[in-house]
């Protein structure tokens, strides 16, 4: 690649560089078809979200739209501080301006996913506050597959397995759109280095102590066997397809069954009982996501032993996802656990 070429033109659209181009223009198609006046781009500092935001200004060359870029800072690891300033400097140069929000909130457990979990519920709430209903994540095609793979080892369902959407309500009325969801992160990463020079590495990615790491490390056994992650993402998409026709059987479910307020939930119980194991979860999952204002499913492991919980006969109350079961008259109810 000539110095003259060593970083994309923005004003250009990525026209100097055939591939890039083409996810430019797929990307362009995209957000051309959710015509959406503003949006909030979450932004991590790994190549990922970078490249993200790049397209992002790239995009508003060609359609004056308002981004707001966010940077969420956990404060978890020692340097975050640092990191988010490198961040916002290297976003700096290319005119873009960076928020960064501090979690005040400690994450001493479960690390991550408290922290996606809070994460999402900042984004939301600045979107609500700025009129905002589209959040944009730099999930990949490698990121849809490990999640495969996660749910995979779990023993999820097809709900699970199904993994990432590409567009989905979070919570009161934002949706989470992954325009880059079907993209290989090598691209990205190209895309990162080229226009920003630079990216944050992220040393979690690399701690062995994290499932995700782990999966992340199959990568390259896998496709040697010839099983190579396009494939897998094509059966993914497949099983997409089938999970709209359970939803839709869901969502009859959960009117049928379920009584909702503000502070509690009613759940038939005598109707509960009759369905499949399955749906059991999903109306669980539903019913916990209704009151706390979650995004993501919990485990099906521990759905399943709350499950099996409610099917002795002593049955009193259990604890899960920061809600308390118990049975009340005919009905199965759960409301938030008070700390």
Request: a positive charge; proline letters at 1%; glycine letters at 4%.
């Given at each position: ?16 560089f ?38 992002t ?5 060609f ?17 975050s ?8 400097k290297?976003?700096?140069?290319k ?9 005040k ?12 979990n809070a994460?999402?519920?900042f ?13 944009l994540?730099?999930h990949?095609?490698e ?16 709900k699970?397995?199904s ?7 979070i919570?009161?009325?934002v ?23 630079n ?10 102590k994290y ?6 490390g ?12 396009e ?11 089938s999970?709209?026709t ?12 379920i009584?909702?307020?503000?502070k509690e ?44 919980s409610?099917?002795?006969?002593d049955?009193?109350k259990?604890?899960?996802g ?5 049975k ?9 656990e008070?700390?």
């Amino acid at each position: 690649m000539s110095k003259k070429n060593s970083s994309v033109n923005l004003k250009n659209g990525f026209k100097n560089f055939k591939d890039l181009s083409i996810i430019f223009n797929k990307f362009r198609e995209k957000l051309d078809s959710l015509n959406k006046k503003r949006y909030l781009v979450a932004v991590s500092g790994g190549p990922d979200s970078l490249a993200l935001t790049a397209l992002t200004k790239a995009y508003n060359n060609f359609k004056k739209t308002e981004f707001h870029y966010i940077l969420i800072n956990h404060n978890i690891r020692k340097n975050s501080h640092q990191e988010g300033k490198k961040v916002k400097k290297l976003l700096k140069k290319k005119k873009i301006n960076l928020k960064i929000i501090l979690n005040k909130n400690k994450i001493t457990k479960n690390v991550q996913a408290e922290a996606r979990n809070a994460r999402y519920e900042f984004l939301v709430k600045y979107c609500i506050k700025h009129r905002i209903k589209i959040i944009l994540t730099a999930h990949n095609l490698e990121d849809q597959v490990e999640t495969f793979f996660i749910r995979l080892s779990r023993g999820s369902g097809l709900k699970g397995l199904s993994s990432m959407k590409t567009l989905n309500e979070i919570n009161r009325g934002v949706h989470l759109f992954r325009p880059v969801l079907d993209i290989k992160k090598k691209y990205l990463i190209k895309i990162s280095k080229n226009i920003f020079g630079n990216y944050i590495k992220d040393p979690s990615n690399n701690d062995k102590k994290y499932l995700r790491t782990k999966i992340r490390g199959l990568k390259k056994p896998l496709e040697k066997s010839g099983i190579k992650y396009e494939q897998i993402f094509k059966s993914i998409n497949n099983l997409s397809i089938s999970k709209v026709t359970l939803e839709n059987y869901l969502t009859r479910i959960f009117k049928e069954l379920i009584i909702k307020n503000k502070k509690e939930i009613f759940i038939n119980f005598k109707k509960y009982k009759e369905l499949g194991n399955d749906i059991k979860i999903a109306l669980i999952n539903h019913s916990i996501k209704h009151l706390k204002k979650n995004y993501y499913d919990l485990r099906s492991k521990k759905v399943t032993n709350l499950i099996q919980s409610l099917n002795k006969r002593d049955f009193k109350k259990y604890t899960l996802g920061g809600c308390i079961f118990f049975k009340k008259g005919e009905n199965l109810c759960l409301k938030i656990e008070k700390i």
